[in-house]
């Protein structure tokens, strides 16, 4: 009796935890809701996931926006707990969330696990100055290779590593074949450089399969992969996401 006893308040207790847990991030905005998707590749959201790296955070946030949409996201924790709510693998459970959701929602599930785990670098491109905002990861880089404070301003695009989300003014590019190209500048002087953007085109969120004309301003999602000295562009090739 003593041992059922003792069982009960613990799950009072985690109970409790959770419903505090769970109404606390009911009270939360939702993430970067000014954000408009433009680009999306399915296929690297599932890679990412399949590579394993976020596999447990992922699942995660599926299981929150599903309870969430619910009216139930408190229960999180204790139904895991109790029940171990999996409605099929975790790689089932993700990849209908992705195949079944609005692009502009899988762009947030994946911000929210890049974010939680710590694997994104927030970059500022502009004409006469830039910012980066660096990880955890990336700002031990600087502090062991004996930067000074303040070195992330200049930390040079294609050292970074780290998943990037890159906001910038574009301007559409001629296009490859099946690919689509932007660019947008930054820096200034001999320091000028581009920064180019290249997509597959059947990636593209929009009923017309085009980049919007002129300049505009857009968020990369991705890696920057390659620099080339005679265009002086850094390349960030196959973005996983892009958005206005």
């Not at 693998?89 to 785990?117: F, H, M, N, Q, W």
């Not at 050292?159 to 296009?175: K, L, N």
């Not at 099946?178 to 001999?190: H, N, Q, S």
Request: with cysteine; aromatic share 6%; hydrophobic share 45%.
């Amino acid at each position: 009796m003593v041992w059922w006893l003792a069982a009960f308040a613990g799950l009072l207790v985690l109970a409790a935890l959770a419903l505090r847990r769970g109404l606390g991030r009911l009270g939360r905005p939702a993430e970067d809701p000014s954000y408009q998707p433009l680009y999306l590749d399915n296929d690297a959201v599932m890679g990412l996931f399949k590579m394993g790296n976020y596999k447990s955070a992922m699942r995660r946030e599926v299981e929150e926006r599903r309870m969430r949409n619910a009216g139930c996201l408190a229960a999180i924790p204790l139904l895991s707990l109790l029940f171990k709510v999996t409605g099929g693998s975790s790689t089932e459970v993700v990849a209908k969330y992705v195949e079944s959701s609005e692009p502009i929602s899988v762009i947030g599930l994946l911000l929210s696990v890049l974010r939680r785990k710590d694997a994104l670098v927030e970059v500022e491109l502009g004409r006469n100055s830039g910012t980066v905002t660096p990880n955890h990861v990336l700002s031990r880089k600087l502090a062991g290779s004996g930067a000074p404070a303040g070195a992330a301003r200049e930390v040079v695009l294609t050292e970074i590593g780290e998943f990037v989300m890159v906001t910038g003014r574009f301007e559409a590019v001629a296009a490859r074949g099946e690919t689509l190209v932007m660019r947008a500048p930054y820096g200034d002087g001999e320091s000028s450089a581009y920064l180019r953007v290249v997509m597959r085109g059947d990636g593209l969120r929009r009923p017309d399969r085009k980049l919007p004309g002129g300049q505009f301003p857009a968020h990369c999602l991705g890696k920057v992969t390659s620099w080339d000295p005679e265009a002086r562009e850094s390349v960030l090739e196959y973005p996983i996401a892009v958005f206005l």
